[in-house]
């Protein structure tokens, strides 16, 4: 990556909406060269895709909560079923697959404590695998929606 595809997706990740005109004139190159570029980067698999921010308390989901929990026995089997079955549930925002005491941090966000207590013990302790589930919730959930490419 260039110093042009930095500062392409420097500005995409500002506003990934943002016209090729726009964008154009922000890093300061001609429209064409701002589309071929980014059509590389897609191609390339740099840019995946584009996602839409939303507030969760506006959507009725104002809980989130960080849950660890640990499969037993843990085989690529029930590792890998549990991992698929977790990220289709609703209330699901991420999964995370880990090594140490966890097998997985799943981040949630339910309605209310009482939907985040249903989620823990008739969904996940309902599961034959689940061995342990420990259950943090968010206070404050801040991302960095502006990463650069790692590198000189």
């Known amino acids: 990556m260039d ?27 001609s429209p064409t060269t701002a589309l071929d570029r980014t059509r590389a980067l897609r191609q ?25 929990i640990r499969v037993r026995p843990p085989s690529r089997r029930n590792i890998e079923g549990f991992r698929n079955w977790v990220s289709e549930l609703p209330d699901t925002l991420g999964v995370y697959v880990t090594t140490g005491t ?3 941090i799943v981040h949630v966000a339910v309605p209310d404590n ?30 960095n929606h502006r990463i650069a490419p790692a590198g000189p």
């Open 44 to 68: 390339r698999k740099v840019i995946r895709g584009a996602l839409l921010d939303v507030d969760l308390a506006a959507i009725g989901r104002p809980v989130q909560a960080l849950i660890a």
């Open 3 to 29: 110093e042009l595809d930095k500062a392409i997706l420097r500005e995409l990740q500002s506003d990934a909406r943002m016209t090729n005109r726009d964008l154009a004139a922000a890093v300061g190159v």
């Open 114 to 143: 009482a939907s985040l207590y249903a989620f823990v013990i008739d969904r996940l302790t309902e599961r034959p695998e689940v061995a342990d589930v420990r259950t943090s919730i968010v206070y404050e959930h801040i991302r």
């Open 102 to 104: 966890e097998d997985f």
